[in-house]
């Protein structure tokens, strides 16, 4: 935790800075460190994205997702958001705003790889909350994704291709549930694994169909 509160990323990592802070032993934080960023001497790395997650992850496993959440801003996690989906061959935008015939919609990060787009909303929350608190923020995506679609029928990119569009909220904590409202839940630690699961022809996941949007909104 002392490590993630007191550098940000790619800044250079000082060893003996950290077991100031930790009340510890430069030996104690390399005996910790190296083993998390796989390296057999921590000091004087440069602590990338991928690096910080690691230690959050580790950290949260630990008990700490609130001080976590405090350490990592909001911009570390979309952007450790798109570095996992350019990883996978997914082409991205973040901060994507949408509009339709009432109301502007922000998308935090969307990312295609014909036939899917993965509309995703990060949540950089300290602690899941009510449970309403997701129902609302997965009723607030599918509205998003309806514009993005609309939007996306306006400029001819739907086209006949059987474009795929699924609502996703990405999370810090690992999720009660799976899906919310027809919104799939996915917590960043199993971000990864679910990437290179995803497919079009996963049944079970609620894929928007682009096309079936936009004739219903030109009918």
């Not at 996690?77 to 015939?101: M, R, S, W, Y």
């Not at 509309?119 to 909350?129: L, N, Q, R």
Request: aromatic share 6%.
């Amino acid at each position: 935790m002392e490590t993630l509160k007191h550098t940000r990323s790619d800044e250079t990592l000082s060893i003996s800075e950290i077991a100031d802070r930790a009340k510890t032993t430069n030996e104690q934080v390399a005996l910790i460190l190296g083993p998390l960023l796989q390296l057999e001497d921590p000091t004087g790395a440069r602590l990338t994205n991928s690096a910080r997650f690691t230690l959050a992850f580790e950290a949260v496993r630990h008990g700490g997702l609130k001080q976590v959440a405090r350490a990592l801003t909001w911009q570390e996690f979309e952007a450790f958001t798109e570095e996992c989906l350019q990883t996978v061959g997914f082409d991205t935008q973040k901060g994507l705003i949408v509009k339709d015939d009432f109301r502007r919609w922000q998308i935090d990060v969307i990312a295609k790889k014909s036939p899917m787009i993965l509309a995703i909303d990060c949540k950089h929350w300290e602690s899941p909350g009510y449970e309403s608190k997701l129902s609302n923020a997965a009723e607030h995506q599918k509205l998003a994704v309806q514009a993005l679609i609309q939007q996306m029928g306006e400029r001819g990119e739907v086209g006949r291709e059987g474009l795929l569009v699924l609502p996703m909220i990405l999370t810090l904590f690992e999720p009660r549930a799976r899906m919310v409202g027809g919104v799939v839940v996915v917590s960043i630690e199993q971000f990864g694994d679910f990437l290179e699961r995803v497919s079009p022809f996963s049944s079970e996941l609620p894929f928007v169909p682009a096309q079936s949007i936009v004739k219903s909104s030109m009918s």
